[in-house]
């Protein structure tokens, strides 16, 4: 088994900056790929980044040339900057974690998941 545990969410103002943190524990060698997803009230939840233990990324459209998505290997931990906020990226944000690759998180396929952690976006 996996744990993850997401930290760094809260409110921000338009314009503004938050890092979101992942941290894992537990099986780790078992997981090659992770992501963050967010969910809206009332909306699917939806793939935001992902990235491979080797490093390679994968963005949604949405976040592109705003969020960057980064790992610490030595940490366990994957982190989600997340800048130029918008009102439309309020939501929960959640961790996710597999072992099928970020072909397999951006498919929703990855068997971690993370508590959540809330972003609001709002002057």
């Known amino acids: 088994q996996v744990q993850l545990v997401e930290s760094g969410g809260g409110l921000v103002q338009p314009g503004g900056s938050l890092r979101l943190s992942c941290a894992a524990s537990?099986?780790?060698?078992?997981?090659?790929?992770m992501g963050w997803y967010r969910q809206a009230p009332g909306k699917q939840r939806e793939l935001v980044a992902a990235?491979?233990?080797?490093?390679?990324?994968n963005y949604a459209d949405s976040v592109k040339g705003r969020f960057t998505i980064s790992r610490d290997n030595a940490k366990n931990t994957v982190y989600l900057q997340m800048n130029s906020l918008k009102p439309e990226d309020t939501a929960v944000y959640y961790c996710?974690?597999?072992?099928?690759?970020?072909?397999?998180?951006?498919?929703?396929?990855?068997?971690?998941w993370g508590q959540g952690t809330q972003v609001t976006v709002s002057s």
């Open positions: 537990g099986s780790i060698f078992s997981i090659n790929a």
């Open positions: 996710n974690a597999g072992n099928q690759g970020i072909l397999g998180i951006v498919a929703g396929r990855g068997d971690y």
């Open positions: 990235i491979t233990s080797g490093g390679s990324t």
